[in-house]
């Protein structure tokens, strides 16, 4: 508080490590304050420990072994298809590991090992007790859908669809809005004024018809849907970036910097653009939340991936049509809602350790 | 309340202490510690400190405005009002005092107004709240308040905003809502601040006939010296949350006994600029510089005139000298610098050191950016936030490929922070953890590592605390007889400005009213705007403009 020591006097020197990264102390503070969030930083381990679970589906939900010793061979089925042959069957065809037939002949020399669920998403278990969709059993823990497919085995699978599905659009629509937003932003004037009526009539198109329509002219599969969706959902982000840019490209520092002769480019992203990931980053989640849910509606209605793909929307969608076997609307209504609220929470804890008004006690 | 007033004084605070409670790991402040003081009523005591000594907290503990849970008072404090203890006194009785007997008037006017209410509106409440007057008479009252106040044109007004008024009416209303219910006590917290010179002298002058004819205790709290000598009987110089010295303020003038009141004292710049080639060449010369931002309306968006932010200036700076140009808010300043280094489109001719630069585009001013730099006025806003203090140095060196090699760009950035005085480490640390004096070093540093020739300072001591200022004012001289650097220095602080530059121009409303040697436009100023100015900036005088 005095001021005569000026020069000497610093803060107490940090050196903040993260993953053996040195970060700034307010990345460090923003940290901190996120882990202090319990239950965003509970739900973002969970989220991510089902999402990385989910992520090795074929080794957990398979119709086929993880591993099989026959004859003193090691073979790995999950990564290559092996002929019947090989096992000393008939068929020049791939090996169908569920049939009894091939079972006994590799039991005879060897043995497999099975993932937890013996079943695809696509796998049809032809041995049910009652007709489909067949309840819960043994075999079966969350039953079956109206095909005979094991529902646990298409939720693993279906999950995994939605979270990376909604991860690449998340991602390619922030870059996309980002990059929009930036230049609107940061170079005003006539381009802001162009991009804005632009973006003003695109918004207007009917997206869900324009998917509708599509889907009658081609099968839509999961990059095809995420390009259509992709050129209508970067917007969400460009209001936001264009307004930090438009704040922030009259600051001092900005000026500052025009002074020295740093280049548009160099400003735009070293000076300007790191005030604008704030706002961007605290949107992230509740994109990635927007994005799941529209896969999962078209899915619902018929629009969505193609048919057989696993996916929630189409487990509620049975669920809607045979009410008689709740246990399909009940797992997909649960899965959805933990899902999405573990995402909701995340968010509003990262948006809580971004905001720097947000006083902690 | 008449009782006790005969033996004690109107306000009677005893070694009163605040706490505030710290959080996670970081310990409690101790933001002031057994501060002990009295006033009278139609006496005024100033409370001096710099930014963080505690003057506010002292002042927000009298209405118990703190945010108590947080703050806290220690078990030994005590603040009596006509008596009362008001210390961990009930909500009730502290409703009775806040804005009914002791009124407060802040430091900015925008932000204390309420931006949504009229001027009726925001006065007649206190009115409405404490004496329960009718509708009716709250408006007669209102009005007789700004007119007590002297806004202009009161009664066509009451229907305002806020924004429809300047910076000194604003602050006007904020009195007269101090004065509604005749408080016996006005704390004034820095009432002039955010305010130009000459305004501010008229508001001072308000503030001294109201106190005088209601018999009001003042407390005005201030780090200007100038308003405490003019306004204050008597004087508590405030520093780490202590008083230090204390007592009528003649006498500390004349004869400061502590330390840190002698230095702050001695912060006043009182030296002259340096000694310099007045018949050196010409730097920089503008001619006939305009920059004028249209004003459109209607549906084509026709231009139906200018705002003239700088209106035909001609200038010229020579080398090693400075420049300084004065001017209140709002008179073309900043925009006039910024038009010299071309940071915003202007029309007319400027020379730098022969060359034009009006035609060139940006990628031929580049080489010339590097002779030419700013330093802005706020050391907050001017320094990239999430760059380490290396980053920011080395940004002009890297656009100017000033360094061949790493450890040569390291070795011009270490000399840069040394030559503002600070040390190597510094580098590797973010602006937030510096001080408002060292963010300004290390702005400066940011423009010196190019080796410019010109700089312009935008008010560079304006944010800054009066012992820093007087150190930066220090540092710049300094550089400027070292590198021979000429200098555009603008400010509104008339006395900075005496102690820097060798010539001056006097602006208003985007044109020079006055311009020529500092000595000659402040001993003997030719424009009535000029004389205004000065009169109001050195001896706080209200002279009608």
Redesign the interface.
Known sequence: ????S??????V?TAARLLGHKI???TRRRL?SFRRNRRGFWSLWIFLAIFIVTLFAEFIANDRPILVRFNGAWYFPVFADYPETTFGGEFPTAADYRDPAVKTLVAAKGWMLWPPIPFRYSTINYDLPSPAPSPPSQVNWFGTDDQGRDVLARLIYGFRVSVLFGLLLTGLSSIVGVAAGAVQGYFGGLIDLGFQRFMEIWAGLPVLYLLIIMASFIEPNFWWLLGLMLLFSWMSLVDVVRAEFLRARN???V?????????DR?IIL??VL?NATVATITFLPFILNGSITTLTSLDFLGFGLPPGSPSLGELLAQGKANLQAPWLGLTAFFVLASMLSLLIFVGEAVRDAFDPRK??? | MTSGKAVTSLLEIRNLGVTFVGRGETPPVEAVRGVSFSLDRGGTLALVGESGSGKTVTALSILQLLPYPIAAHSAVSSIRFAGEQLVGAAPEQLRQVRGNRIAMVFQEPMTSLNPLHTLEQQISETLLVHKHMAPAAARVRTLELLRLVNLPDAESRLGAYPHQLSGGQRQRVMIAMAIANEPDMLIADEPTTALDVTIQAHILQLLKDLRDRFSMALLLITHDLTIVRKMADDVCIMTAGEIVEAGPTADIFARPRHPYTQRLLAAEPKSRPPAANLAAPDLVRADDLRVWFPIRSGVLRRVRGHVKAVDGVSLAVRTGTTLGVVGESGSGKTTLGLALLRLTEAEGEIRFAGQDLAGLGQRQLRPLRREMQVVFQDPFSSLSPRLSVAQIVEEGLKVHRLAATAAERRRLIETALAEVGLDAQAAERYPHEFSGGQRQRIAIARALVLKPRFVVLDEPTSALDMSVQAQIVELLRELQSRHGLAYLFISHDLRVVRALAHAILVMKDGRIVEAGSTERVMTSPKHPYTRALMAAAFDLAAVPT
């Open positions: 508080m005095t001021a005569s000026e020069p000497a006097r610093y803060a020197p700034t102390p307010l901190n600051f001092d520092y000026r500052a910097a025009r002074a020295l002769g740093v280049s160099v070293r000076h790191p006083v902690v006690l």
